[in-house]
């Protein structure tokens, strides 16, 4: 089965540092880009981080770039999120998700279309003193 | 950035309802549009790329239009397993990737 596993998560203090980890399993994860997705509690879903498949390109949300790392092992079929300079807003459940990429054809032109097509279960983050 | 912006915010219906969620986007985002339901304590399920193409598994009660800053997602027929709450996803200018606020579908 394709499936994404997140472990990491816990309670910090403020100021402190995590590392999450995704475990890939059932795909070729060297073939996907891929994504952290955060949602704190009752809120709605915020996109934190992605990195491609040669880890040549890595995007972060403003709330978190310059504190967030985020890193892949195509030997261990792990990602990564390094957390640091970690604040109470970044209280959540951490999502990895796969990037999947269709190809659509029109008339002329081919056309790619991205969407996160497989989630781990989550793990969760909380920041408190 | 691009704003993502659902409605409404929560919908009352019943089993056997056609229901309709919009989102609309701050500029236009062709077809680039993606839509996720989630159920409470799971992850987000991916339900639709490019505005109208149903992702591989998901029941063809679900279907998705619309073009540049106007969309839908359309469940003609509300099963039990449908309540959840719903979110459209931006893919058109990243970074960074937008999601709208969500749409919580509840049982009348």
């Given at each position: 089965?394709?499936?994404?596993?997140?472990?990491?998560?816990?309670?910090?203090?403020?100021?402190?540092?995590?590392?999450?980890?995704?475990?890939a399993s059932g795909?070729?994860?060297?073939?996907?880009?891929?994504?952290?997705?955060?949602?704190?509690?009752?809120?709605?879903?915020?996109?934190?981080?992605?990195?491609?498949?040669?880890?040549?390109?890595?995007?972060?949300?403003?709330?978190?770039?310059?504190?967030?790392?985020?890193?892949?092992?195509?030997?261990?079929?792990?990602?990564?999120?390094?957390?640091?300079?970690?604040?109470?807003?970044?209280?959540?459940?951490?999502?990895?998700?796969?990037?999947?990429?269709w190809v659509i054809?029109?008339?002329?032109?081919?056309?790619?279309?991205?969407?996160?097509?497989?989630?781990?279960?989550?793990?969760?983050?909380?920041?408190?003193? | 950035?691009?704003?993502?912006?659902?409605?409404?915010?929560?919908?009352?219906?019943?089993?056997?309802?056609?229901?309709?969620?919009?989102?609309r986007a701050s500029?236009?985002?062709?077809?680039?549009?993606?839509?996720?339901?989630?159920?409470?304590?799971?992850?987000?399920?991916?339900?639709?790329?490019?505005?109208?193409?149903?992702?591989?598994?998901?029941?063809?009660?679900?279907?998705?239009?619309?073009?540049?800053?106007?969309?839908?997602?359309?469940?003609?027929?509300?099963?039990?397993?449908?309540?959840?709450?719903?979110?459209?996803?931006?893919?058109?200018?990243?970074?960074?990737?937008?999601?709208?606020?969500?749409?919580?579908?509840?049982?009348?």
């Amino acid at each position: 089965d394709v499936q994404l596993v997140e472990s990491g998560g816990n309670l910090v203090q403020p100021g402190g540092s995590l590392r999450l980890s995704c475990a890939a399993s059932g795909f070729t994860f060297s073939n996907y880009s891929m994504h952290w997705v955060r949602q704190a509690p009752g809120k709605g879903l915020e996109w934190v981080s992605y990195i491609s498949v040669n880890i040549s390109t890595a995007y972060y949300a403003d709330s978190v770039k310059g504190r967030f790392t985020i890193s892949r092992d195509s030997a261990t079929n792990s990602l990564y999120l390094q957390m640091n300079s970690l604040r109470a807003e970044d209280t959540a459940v951490y999502y990895c998700a796969r990037n999947s990429r269709w190809v659509i054809t029109g008339t002329t032109f081919y056309y790619y279309y991205y969407g996160m097509d497989v989630w781990g279960q989550g793990t969760t983050v909380t920041v408190s003193s | 950035d691009i704003q993502m912006t659902q409605s409404p915010s929560s919908l009352s219906a019943s089993v056997g309802d056609r229901v309709t969620i919009t989102c609309r986007a701050s500029q236009s985002i062709s077809n680039y549009l993606n839509w996720y339901q989630q159920k409470p304590g799971k992850a987000p399920k991916l339900l639709i790329y490019a505005a109208s193409s149903l992702q591989s598994g998901v029941p063809s009660r679900f279907s998705g239009s619309g073009s540049g800053t106007d969309f839908t997602l359309t469940i003609s027929s509300l099963q039990p397993e449908d309540f959840a709450t719903y979110y459209c996803q931006q893919s058109y200018i990243t970074p960074p990737i937008t999601f709208g606020q969500g749409t919580r579908l509840e049982f009348k």
